[in-house]
């Protein structure tokens, strides 16, 4: 069986400024999106995760809050669209994606 991996994102800001939620399960995703997600969180270290600050000025960026399980790994964080950390590049778009 497969590590269980979770991630919750919540983004707001941006130009229309509307909040993009999204919660991705292994367990409860289609196969395809929960391999997927498990090859993205299986990359990420997450003792070298940083939160990044919000630029000011920069209220038409976005910013991500996101919470992260892996097995019995977890991190919680906010990061700015302005300092993605490479970590979370491949990461955002696609739970971004799953938004409803």
Request: charged residues 25%; hydrophobic residues 40%; proline residues 7%.
């Amino acid at each position: 069986m497969s590590e269980h991996v979770r991630a919750e994102l919540h983004r707001t800001g941006g130009f229309i400024g509307r909040p993009v939620s999204a919660v991705a399960d292994s367990r409860t995703l289609p196969p395809p999106d929960a391999a997927r997600l498990r090859a993205l969180m299986s990359a990420l270290d997450f003792a070298s995760l940083r939160s990044t600050r919000h630029p000011t000025g920069g209220a038409d960026l976005f910013r991500y809050d996101l919470t992260l399980t892996r097995g019995d790994d977890h991190w919680r964080g906010t990061v700015s669209q302005a300092s993605v950390p490479a970590a979370l590049r491949d990461l955002l778009p696609f739970l971004v994606g799953l938004a409803r």
